[in-house]
């Protein structure tokens, strides 16, 4: 089983990007032959500082390895150190519908959020399909908001097989149903797009002041919560926490007589202490930035010897060799 995921360059991870995408892909590297990638063909859409890209291509790097992917287990690459994948994406293209594109989701939020359309927003999807597919890929785990773009690529490699033959394998999505949205501190879901994140690696005074921030409403301590369980400081609580002590808070907030900002700080030191041995592992890594491009250049290599011969079994099917 090959699996494939990848993840945009475009700021500091966070929580929400910790559980719904870089854990699954950590406990995945154990089940099958895991290709994961930074994607950063992908952020050209929305970043546009040439130095920022780079630096928080590096920062991703670091941020994975730190949390355990293991180089030994994992195809680890950058996406543009594989430009093969930008060929196939022309290939894909001409047999790629207009209405298709038209109707995913991700492209009409965008718009409908004032973002200005250009043919790489538009075609966002064909890339990622691309992506996929140049792999052999199997499986792809995904958020529920995201299994759209796995239907579409696998639209358009069924296409390409009917025009073709045979040429691509059909990948499956795998949607994690346990994975809940990440709440952000103003109870919509965690992203950078709503400056709402807590960051995995954030710096210890700014993360706190982070937390603390939550928002609350304004009932006293002494009131009983009956609904504590949709309370944003204990639903992330339940994530960096033992599950025991998710819900002796949980209980205590609705029995009344826990303060919020007891609570909230509760929260900051089971953050601090979850991710205490990935910072320390980032520190290492950091003054070692040596081995990190290496580790990216050693998935590259690996990642385009099973490229090129996708995109040969392509041109081959295509009539262009």
């Known amino acids: 089983m090959r699996i494939l995921s990848g993840i945009q360059p475009s700021g500091s991870l966070h929580l929400g990007n910790y559980f719904g995408m870089m854990r699954p892909a950590i406990e995945l590297q154990e089940q099958g032959e895991a290709y994961y990638f930074i994607a950063d063909y992908h952020s050209m859409t929305s970043l546009f500082d040439p130095e920022q890209r780079r630096k928080n291509s590096l920062d991703v790097a670091l941020d994975f390895l730190a949390c355990g992917l293991d180089p030994q287990r994992t195809v680890f690459f950058r996406q543009s150190d594989v430009p093969e994948v930008t060929e196939l994406t022309w290939l894909l293209g001409t047999v ?174 089971h953050y601090w202490n979850f991710f205490a041995s990935a910072r320390a592992k980032r520190v290492e890594l950091a003054a070692n930035l040596g081995y990190v491009n290496q580790v990216l250049a050693d998935g590259a290599a690996k990642a385009r010897v099973k490229a090129r011969e996708v995109v040969e079994r392509a041109k081959l099917a295509a009539g262009l060799r």
């Open 96 to 269: 790629t519908p207009m209405g298709l594109l038209e109707r995913c989701h991700s492209y009409k939020d965008k718009l409908a959020k004032g973002i200005s359309p250009n043919f790489g927003l538009f075609a966002y999807p064909v890339l990622m399909a691309a992506d996929i597919l140049i792999y052999d890929s199997n499986v792809v785990p995904v958020g529920r908001d995201q299994k759209q773009h796995v239907e579409v690529t696998r639209d358009i490699a069924i296409k390409f097989n009917e025009q073709y033959g045979q040429t691509f394998v059909i990948p499956e999505p795998q949607i994690r149903e346990e994975v809940a949205v990440v709440p952000g501190t103003d109870g919509q879901k965690m992203s950078k797009s709503y400056g709402n994140t807590i960051d995995i690696f954030g710096e210890q005074k700014a993360t706190r002041k982070r937390i603390m921030s939550i928002v609350m409403d304004s009932r006293t301590p002494q009131e009983p919560k009956p609904d504590a369980d949709r309370n944003l400081a204990v639903q992330l609580l339940k994530l960096v926490a033992p599950a025991e002590t998710g819900r002796e808070y949980e209980e205590r907030l609705r029995a009344g007589g826990l303060g919020y900002g007891d609570l909230k700080k509760a929260l900051f030191e």
